[in-house]
T-cell receptor, first 115, second 116 residues
Framework: NAGVTQTPKFQVLKTGQSMTLQCAQDMNHEYMSWYRQDPGMGLRLIHY???????DQGEVPNGYNVSRSTTEDFPLRLLSAAPSQTSVYFC??????????????FGEGSRLTVL | AQKVTQAQTEISVVEKEDVTLDCVYETRDTTYYLFWYKQPPSGELVFLIR??????QNEISGRYSWNFQKSTSSFNFTITASQVVDSAVYFCALSEAAEYGNKLVFGAGTILRVKS
C-alpha cells in the first residue's frame, strides 16, 4: 500500500538550476497539494489541484510550477532554484477536495538544499 | 494576516504531566473544518482529528482530548499523562474555501518535548 510517494527524498541544487519534485498517489484521490516546511513557519501551501487539468495557487506559489495531467501524479517544478527555496517539501492528497472535509495523506517529504 | 495561531513555540513537560496545546484561528467562513496533525521526529505527518464548525462537542480519544470553542475561535488539544512518545511537533490547521475546493492552512506548530 504505497499511499503518497515523493521522489527524490534528498536533493542539492545550485542557484539557477531547475528540477522537478515528483509526487504520485495510488489512492485515486482527486485532491493533491504541495507544501513547504520551514522552521518556525509551519507548512505553507504552494499549489494545489482538485483534479486532472485543474490547479490553483496557494500562499507561496512564486518560483514554482505545477501541472496535473493525470489523477495519480502532481509534479512540482522549480524553474530557477534560489537559496530561499531550501526547504522540506511535502506532497499531500485527499479523497475529497470539495470543500472542507478531506483529511490529508502526506508523503514522506523531500529535503531540498539550494546552494 | 495569520489565519491559524499557535502561540506556544515550544513546551517541555515531564512524563505523566498533562499538557495543553493552544490553537486560535481566524476565518470568515461559516462552514469550516479544523485539524490537528502530529509530526514525530521521524518527519512524517500524522492526522489526529478533524472537527467541523457545527460540532462543538469536545472529543476524547484515549489520552488525547480536544476542546473546540467557536466563541473564542479556539481549538485546543490536551494530552493527559504525557509520554515520551508524545514528543513531536503538533500542527493545528484550518480548512478554508477557495475558488477550486478548499485549502488547508497550517499554524506554525508547537514543539512538545516530554522528558522521562
Amino acid at each position: 500500500n504505497a499511499g503518497v510517494t515523493q521522489t527524490p527524498k534528498f536533493q542539492v541544487l545550485k542557484t539557477g538550476q531547475s528540477m522537478t519534485l515528483q509526487c504520485a498517489q495510488d489512492m485515486n484521490h482527486e485532491y493533491m497539494s504541495w507544501y513547504r516546511q520551514d522552521p518556525g513557519m509551519g507548512l505553507r501551501l504552494i499549489h494545489y489541484s482538485v483534479g486532472a487539468g485543474i490547479t490553483d495557487q496557494g500562499e507561496v506559489p512564486n518560483g514554482y510550477n505545477v501541472s496535473r495531467s493525470t489523477t495519480e501524479d502532481f509534479p512540482l517544478r522549480l524553474l530557477s532554484a534560489a537559496p530561499s527555496q531550501t526547504s522540506v517539501y511535502f506532497c499531500a492528497s485527499s479523497y475529497d477536495g470539495l470543500p472542507y472535509t478531506g483529511e490529508l495523506f502526506f508523503g514522506e517529504g523531500s529535503r531540498l538544499t539550494v546552494l | 494576516a495569520q489565519k491559524v495561531t499557535q502561540a506556544q513555540t515550544e513546551i517541555s513537560v515531564v512524563e505523566k504531566e498533562d499538557v495543553t496545546l493552544d490553537c486560535v484561528y481566524e476565518t470568515r467562513d461559516t462552514t469550516y473544518y479544523l485539524f490537528w496533525y502530529k509530526q514525530p521526529p521521524s518527519g512524517e505527518l500524522v492526522f489526529l482529528i478533524r472537527r467541523n464548525s457545527f460540532d462543538e462537542q469536545n472529543e476524547i480519544s484515549g489520552r488525547y482530548s480536544w476542546n473546540f470553542q467557536k466563541s473564542t475561535s479556539s481549538f485546543n488539544f490536551t494530552i493527559t499523562a504525557s509520554q515520551v512518545v508524545d514528543s513531536a511537533v503538533y500542527f493545528c490547521a484550518l480548512s478554508e474555501a477557495a475558488e477550486y475546493g478548499n485549502k488547508l492552512v497550517f499554524g506554525a506548530g508547537t514543539i512538545l518535548r516530554v522528558k522521562s
